[in-house]
């Protein structure tokens, strides 16, 4: 017997990230070069199976460019799970993950489960964040994971979206 649970997730980040390419490598196992910048936000589900659990993702891949900003509340409220996506070539989009940790936290979901993604790991050489600061700053933020990951590679992309249906509450 297969117990199923939907789970309203939500991507946030700075434009350019690659949300909304690691949300297409997750649900459809594909990758562009020239992803398109997305307009508001985009709407996806996809279903992982946890043991005997099966997880229904609503996913909301949200529009970085600050414009939208304010329409970010209408997607992360009544989400079960956030994942603020960095790329790791960014300092500003490191700021920019730091300053939507502490949105979610003044306003988000008390038990909202955060995942942190340090994308374009298949560009290592071009860091500017480095791994220890960020698993660091997320330890101290107590957020629930914290991954490098490549929409590019794949690198971690599924790891990153089944270790959030793990992380979930099971009904
Ligand atoms: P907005 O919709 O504007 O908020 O951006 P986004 O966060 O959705 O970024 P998007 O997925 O559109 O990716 C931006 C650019 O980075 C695109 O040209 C992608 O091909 C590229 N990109 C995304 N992920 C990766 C990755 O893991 N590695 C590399 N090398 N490029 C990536
Ligand atoms: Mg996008």
Redesign the pocket.
Known sequence: QQSQTQAKLVLL??????????VLRFVKGQ????????IGAAFMTQTVTVDDHVVKFEIW?????ERYHSLAPMYYRGAAAAII?YDMQSQQSWQRAKSWVRELQRQGNANLVIALAG?????KDMRKVSKEEAEAYAEEQKLSIFLE?????GECVNDLFYSIANKLPKQ
């Open positions: 980040g700075d434009m350019g990230a690659g949300k909304s390419s690691l990758f562009f070069e020239h992803q398109e910048s997305t891949d949200t529009a970085g460019q996506v994308n374009k790991s298949d560009c990951t490549s929409a590019k590679s």
